[in-house]
């Protein structure tokens, strides 16, 4: 079981895109298992980006994510790492596949609408950095068995 930290960066929030945005991954079949609104600080962005320190867009990249609320979503499943990544399409939009949410939604890299975590150790690590346990639901989906063999 993977999980994968989603984010609905400040122009998807801004453009009214968080229903379009999260109908996607829900109507794929991705079950949630935390989803809430929230700004992210100085210390968070760099912390989840930190990474990129260094890179010549660090510095936009935290102005950016940091400018406005954003929603954060978990996504839990098996091969759920790669299988959102897919429907995210990829990190340039102007070169993202047609049906992907950023080959649909966005047109430049600054302005990409979505996060996901690229490998099942960064989920984890990231899910833990947005999220306490206690606002994390371990449900079971009654729709399961019609999404899975
Ligand atoms: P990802 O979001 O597809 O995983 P990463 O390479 O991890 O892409 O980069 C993180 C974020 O940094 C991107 O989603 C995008 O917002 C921003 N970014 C990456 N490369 C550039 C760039 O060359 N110019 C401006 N922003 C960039
Ligand atoms: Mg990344």
């Not at 794929?28 to 992210?40: D, E």
């Not at 990474?51 to 091969?79: A, D, R």
């Not at 690229?118 to 306490?132: I, K, T, W, Y």
Request: overall charge negative; aromatic content about 8%; proline content about 5%.
């Amino acid at each position: 079981m993977e999980r994968s930290l989603i984010i609905l960066k400040p122009d998807a929030v801004q453009r009214g895109l968080i229903g379009p945005i999260i109908a996607r991954l829900e109507q794929r079949g991705l079950k949630f298992a935390g989803l809430k609104l929230m700004q992210v600080d100085q210390a968070l962005a760099q912390q989840h980006y930190g990474i990129h320190q260094g890179k010549p867009f660090f510095e936009s990249l935290i102005q950016y994510i940091t400018s406005g609320p954003v929603v954060v979503l978990v996504v839990v499943g098996n091969n759920v790492i790669q299988m959102v990544r897919s429907t995210v399409g990829a990190t340039n939009p102007a070169s993202a596949a047609p049906g992907t949410i950023r080959g649909d939604f966005a047109v430049e890299i600054g302005r990409n609408l979505i996060h996901a975590s690229d490998s099942p150790e960064n989920g984890e690590q990231e899910v833990a950095l947005f999220f306490r346990p206690e606002e994390l639901v371990d449900w079971a989906r009654s729709a399961d068995s019609w999404i899975y063999e």
